[in-house]
């Protein structure tokens, strides 16, 4: 009776895996299968969940949508609207600029430097300035009397003079205007007052649009060689000489008082003035000497004084102690050439 159980319960089993064989691989795959389809029944309720917005997994494909269209909706018309905006992008660029500058501190702060060393250079393109070139004659004639040959410089000389100048575009200005010039300058100076002043350099004065300033001794005004005080007031009133001081009687200053000096200074001053009408404001020391006391007194009655020393020789003077090229009978053109160099 056991086996017969027994059996039937065998065959009561064998029964029941014949019957469900394919539920039975089904349930070996079924539990994978189950597994996915619980997978897909959790995505299935994961757009429950979408709409309460739980799972990020979903929310892509459906954010792109609406995301992107929230994000480029504003980046579009942010890029439409980038010309009004690019009113915004460039006060940008002017920031980065201007965050650029203090984020680059070391740099800017040569670059600042180095703009003020170039700013003087911006500066220095203003005009050159010229140191006039001072020139003494004396006479202005042909032929010769005395021992001092050196001082007669033919006209024909001081014509050629006149024509370098004019070439090489030189501004003529008076002894007593002496200042840095914005073009080559010339300042062409007489001394004594002699007669031919007025008949051979005056007429070459006109012909050439020149200047000159003669320093007058104003003893000798009207003496035998020396030009009178009608000479003098013509050629004052031409505008094309300067007459200044050179004393009254033409001693060495160095042995005078101060108060001989302040004679010397005021009186011929006073002569000149009263012939010309003009100021006197330049003194040429008589045989070119001088010290400092005569310095002294004369910076009372002049704003310059001008010496016999050649600039060659002197290497610091002031505004009373100007010196002066000697223009020596004999020098022609290259000579004169050369003291204007
Ligand atoms: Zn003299």
């Given at each position: 009776?056991?086996?017969?159980?027994?059996?039937?319960?065998?065959?009561?089993?064998?029964?029941?895996?014949?019957?469900?064989?394919?539920?039975?691989?089904?349930?070996?795959?079924?539990?994978?299968?189950?597994?996915?389809?619980?997978?897909?029944?959790?995505?299935?309720?994961?757009?429950?969940?979408?709409?309460?917005?739980?799972?990020?997994?979903?929310?892509?494909?459906?954010?792109?949508?609406?995301?992107?269209?929230?994000?480029?909706?504003?980046?579009?018309?942010?890029?439409?609207?980038?010309?009004?905006?690019e009113?915004?992008?460039?006060?940008?660029?002017?920031?980065?600029?201007?965050?650029?500058?203090?984020?680059?501190?070391?740099?800017?702060?040569?670059?600042?430097e180095?703009?003020?060393?170039?700013?003087?250079?911006?500066t220095?393109?203003?005009?050159?300035q010229?140191?006039?070139?001072?020139?003494?004659?004396?006479?202005?004639?042909?032929?010769?009397?005395?021992?001092?040959?050196?001082?007669?410089?033919?006209?024909?000389?001081?014509?050629?003079?006149?024509?370098?100048?004019?070439?090489?575009?030189?501004?003529?200005?008076?002894?007593?205007?002496?200042?840095?010039?914005?073009?080559?300058?010339?300042?062409?100076?007489?001394?004594d007052?002699?007669?031919?002043?007025?008949?051979?350099m005056?007429?070459?004065?006109k012909?050439?649009?020149?200047?000159?300033?003669?320093?007058?001794?104003?003893?000798?005004?009207?003496?035998?060689?020396?030009m009178?005080?009608?000479?003098?007031?013509?050629?004052?009133?031409?505008?094309?000489?300067?007459?200044?001081?050179?004393?009254?009687?033409?001693?060495?200053?160095r042995?005078?008082?101060?108060e001989?000096?302040?004679v010397?200074?005021?009186?011929?001053?006073?002569?000149?003035?009263?012939?010309?009408?003009?100021?006197?404001?330049?003194?040429?020391?008589?045989?070119?000497?001088?010290?400092?006391?005569?310095?002294?007194?004369?910076?009372?009655?002049?704003?310059?004084?001008?010496?016999?020393?050649?600039?060659?020789?002197?290497?610091?003077?002031?505004?009373?102690?100007?010196?002066?090229?000697?223009?020596?009978?004999?020098?022609?053109?290259?000579?004169?050439?050369?003291?204007?160099?």
């Open positions: 009776m056991r086996f017969f159980g027994f059996l039937a319960l065998m065959l009561a089993l064998v029964m029941m895996i014949v019957s469900c064989g394919g539920d039975g691989e089904k349930n070996s795959t079924g539990q994978q299968k189950n597994s996915t389809v619980e997978s897909s029944a959790e995505g299935t309720e994961t757009p429950s969940d979408r709409e309460s917005g739980s799972t990020d997994v979903d929310v892509d494909p459906d954010e792109t949508p609406d995301g992107t269209s929230g994000d480029v909706l504003p980046t579009t018309p942010a890029e439409s609207e980038s010309e009004p905006s009113s915004n992008t460039t006060p940008e660029v002017s920031d980065t600029d201007s965050e650029s500058s203090p984020t680059t501190p070391p740099e800017t702060t040569p670059k600042t180095a703009p003020t060393e170039t700013t003087p250079v911006y220095e393109p203003a005009p050159m010229y140191t006039p070139r001072a020139m003494m004659y004396h006479l202005i004639r042909d032929d010769v009397y005395g021992i001092y040959d050196a001082l007669f410089v033919r006209p024909s000389e001081f014509e050629s003079h006149l024509i370098l100048l004019n070439e090489l575009g030189y501004e003529y200005i008076f002894a007593d205007e002496w200042r840095l010039t914005d073009k080559p300058s010339v300042i062409l100076t007489l001394d007052g002699y007669l031919d002043n007025y008949t051979n005056f007429p070459l004065l012909k050439y649009g020149a200047k000159a300033t003669v320093f007058i001794v104003t003893e000798l005004i009207g003496t035998d060689g020396y009178t005080r009608e000479m003098i007031a013509e050629m004052a009133e031409s505008g094309l000489v300067s007459f200044q001081c050179h004393t009254v009687n033409h001693v060495d200053l042995y005078l008082s101060e001989e000096l302040r010397e200074f005021s009186e011929s001053s006073r002569i000149i003035e009263e012939i010309t009408g003009r100021p006197v404001k330049a003194l040429a020391y008589p045989g070119g000497g001088y010290n400092s006391t005569v310095i002294d007194v004369a910076s009372e009655y002049f704003d310059y004084a001008y010496t016999t020393k050649s600039p060659y020789s002197v290497k610091e003077y002031s505004a009373y102690n100007v010196p002066r090229y000697y223009v020596a009978r004999g020098d022609g053109r290259n000579q004169f050439y050369n003291n204007l160099k």
